[in-house]
């Protein structure tokens, strides 16, 4: 369970479960990473796109995570423990209003770090986990999403 693995956890870290995903009404995974303390959501960000951040402000979604207080750039994204690519070319914010929710399994964000991690990120790391063929319990699954 999530509040198992906050507590066996040798730093401090917060766990978004699969179950906390399918209840919320978020449209991004931004908005549900939200629901986790010591995270922040902002629209927009620093660029010379002004025109799609209006789009994102007036659409009312969150972009951007911040962790611990600090910008949004300060952080790793990690897929499946992989650091993603970044969208921004003079930055290294990653949009996440493009992740829909309903593809990951869980979400562990990484608030502080051991010396075996990679020391670039100083806000901290979110690790996006999709879901693997074991972690269905049918032996179909069928998952249609309308926005």
Do not use: C, W
């Amino acid at each position: 369970s999530p509040a198992q693995e906050q507590v066996a956890s040798p730093n401090a870290i917060a766990v978004l479960s699969p179950e906390t995903i399918e209840r919320a009404p978020d449209v991004n995974i931004a908005e549900a990473l939200a629901r986790l303390p010591g995270v922040s959501v902002f629209n927009g960000g620093q660029g010379n796109t002004k025109s799609v951040f209006v789009d994102i402000a007036g659409r009312g979604q969150g972009n951007y995570v911040s962790l611990r207080g600090m910008a949004a750039e300060y952080n790793i994204n990690l897929i499946n423990g992989v650091e993603g690519a970044q969208g921004m070319p003079f930055s290294r914010q990653v949009p996440l209003n493009l992740l829909p929710p309903s593809g990951m399994h869980r979400v562990v964000v990484n608030k502080s770090f051991l010396a075996t991690e990679d020391g670039g990120a100083i806000g901290g790391s979110i690790d996006f986990r999709t879901p693997t063929a074991a972690d269905f319990e049918n032996s179909s699954a069928f998952n249609v999403s309308v926005t």
